[in-house]
């Protein structure tokens, strides 16, 4: 039996002193108890950004002493628990003291937190730092825009000057192809009866056949060919191509034609425009060995300065499209921007002579076209064309066919050629054919002869002549004295002297170069009944 009395007797029993201390000690411990659940469930839910988590846990350990002890100091009022008190209070006496040490290790540490100004500062500075890296960004995307600017007009500066230097070989090419060509039928039909001469003559006709296909090639780059343009319906003549191809690409490729039913008229040369689709689809083919989709497509096409690839090149304006796709190889990237050069071909020797996509390119642009190139290794090409649209109606079909074949006559031919080489053969062609000849080296020599008595019904004249008058200010001349003459024009390639923006003058007559010697004919009589 213990002879310790309640804490109650030590106040005489007095109620109110009771019940304040009661009261009091137990509102202290739900204060201490409170604190310590908040303080441990704060921990415990932010155990992962919570700095001092220890020292967290002590003093919600602490403060659920410390309401134990006032609880037990309500006990004894009534019930002599002293021992129990004792035990309690040594042990939180041993908690306090771990809260004490934990403070003072912590206070150099809480001493160099962050304020909230600093924070507050840190945070601008960030802010800063992000504008100043949202501003280098921007400039970086600037210069890499004027990079790619600058790439592309170092593209188009390289094409005009290959445009150049092939425009200036395939003219002079084109002279000696005219003698071969010319020549060698002559010499043919001369050894007609010697099978073995004959079987010689046609090899250099078929060469000669292909440098002439090459010249062009290389005209229509340099964008010197003359067009014929006309308001052309790219939908049928893409269903046309279409229907040609067919047999071409074999079966192992199908053709799908995705045409636009509101597709604007185009001014284009429409024969150069089926070339360029058969070139496009060849090389789809080649790409395909195994077979895929050839996909053609046209549509109508507004091209603004929100086109990205827009530079001065291109005039805004509306534009008929047509894409030609295909599901082969591709081209690599690195390869890209060398695609349309001359020459330019990754196929084996004999395979590609590498003009297709170079007379693409020179029609689109002589054309006042644009064309663009999208390629992903692996997976296929396509290449859009934008040629210039038009309102009105269809042209019909170039006036050539209803000229007729062949023809000899009894006229008189003033011939004007400064090539002496081209001249004499054309001066011996023209003979041939039954006509009387005069020729002259350049424009001053064919007005002296103009100005004289002789009587001629026909001036055949070069378009580009050194020196002086070109062919057309020549004829202009010459029609001034009689106005009655007729005039031909024959050119390698044709700078603006007959060609104004890629179409030719009305009315004008021209014979490209080279040509055989019914082209020839055939042309001196539809002149001469012109
Ligand atoms: N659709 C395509 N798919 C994959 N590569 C292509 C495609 N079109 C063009 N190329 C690549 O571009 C190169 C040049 O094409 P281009 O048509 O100018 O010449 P080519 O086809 O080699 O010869 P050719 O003068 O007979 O047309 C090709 O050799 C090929 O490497
Ligand atoms: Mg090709």
């Known amino acids: 039996m213990s002879t310790l009395t309640a804490h109650g007797a030590c106040l005489l029993w007095i109620p109110e002193l009771i019940w304040l201390n009661a009261v009091s000690d137990a509102l202290l411990a739900i204060a201490f108890f409170v604190t310590a659940f908040v303080l441990g469930f704060f921990v415990w839910r932010r155990r992962s950004d919570v700095l001092f988590r220890g020292v967290f846990w002590i003093f919600a350990v602490f403060a659920a002493f410390c309401g134990v002890s006032r609880l037990l100091s309500v006990a004894t009022l009534w019930v002599p628990a002293y021992d129990i008190e004792a035990l309690v209070k040594g042990l939180l006496a041993l908690i306090s003291l771990g809260v004490t040490t934990a403070l003072l290790l912590m206070l150099p540490r809480l001493l160099v937190l962050p304020t909230r100004v600093q924070f507050a500062q840190a945070n601008a500075a960030l802010e800063e730092e992000i504008r100043h890296r949202r501003k280098a960004e921007a400039m970086v995307k600037r210069f890499q825009e004027i990079e790619a600017n600058e790439a592309q007009v170092r593209q188009a500066q390289k094409m005009e000057a290959i445009g150049q230097l092939t425009g200036g070989v395939a003219h002079d090419f084109n002279n000696i192809l005219t003698v071969i060509t010319g020549t060698i039928e002559i010499l043919g039909e001369a050894v007609q009866d010697r099978p073995n001469l004959v079987q010689i003559t046609d090899m250099i006709s078929a060469a000669a056949a292909r440098g002439a296909d090459l ?54 040369d429409p024969s150069q425009l089926s070339t360029a689709i058969l070139n496009l689809a060849l090389n789809a083919r080649d790409a395909m060995p195994d077979g895929g989709k050839l996909t053609l497509e046209t549509g109508n096409v507004v091209l603004d300065e929100n086109y990205p690839s827009m530079t001065s090149e291109i005039k805004p304006g509306n534009y008929v499209m047509i894409a030609v796709s295909d599901t082969g190889e591709g081209i690599p990237g ?3 921007d060398k695609v349309f050069d001359p020459f330019f071909t990754t196929k084996e020797v004999g395979k590609g002579s590498g003009l297709g996509l170079s007379m693409v390119y020179g029609f689109v642009k002589q054309s006042n076209g644009h064309i663009k190139i999208y390629s992903e290794e692996g997976h296929g090409t396509t290449v859009k064309l934008y040629l210039p649209a038009v309102d009105g109606v269809p042209d019909a079909p170039a006036a050539d066919a209803g000229i007729p074949a062949g023809g000899h006559g009894d006229e008189s031919i003033l011939i004007v050629e400064d090539d002496a080489l081209v001249r004499e053969y054309v001066v011996t062609q023209i003979s041939r054919l039954g006509y009387h000849t005069m020729a002259a080296g350049n424009a001053a020599e064919a007005l002296a002869i103009i100005d004289g008595p002789e009587r001629f019904d026909l001036l055949f004249t070069d378009v580009i002549m050194p020196g002086g008058l070109n062919g057309r200010q020549l004829a202009t001349e010459a029609q001034k004295r009689r106005p009655e003459l007729k005039v031909l024009y024959t050119s390698g390639y044709t700078e603006n002297a007959i060609v104004h923006h890629g179409r030719l003058d009305v009315g004008v007559l021209l014979l490209p ?8 004919a055939r042309m001196i009589r539809t002149a001469l009944a012109s």
């Open 215 to 268: 010249t062009r090639h290389l005209l229509a780059f340099s964008r010197r060919q003359p067009l014929q343009p006309r308001n052309t319906d790219v939908n049928a003549l893409v269903v046309d191509a279409a229907r040609l191809l067919r047999p071409t690409l074999g079966e192992q490729i199908e053709i799908e034609s995705m045409l636009a039913h509101d597709s604007s008229l185009a001014l284009i």
């Open 334 to 336: 690195s390869l890209l």
């Open 513 to 520: 170069k080279p040509y055989l010697s019914s082209d020839l």
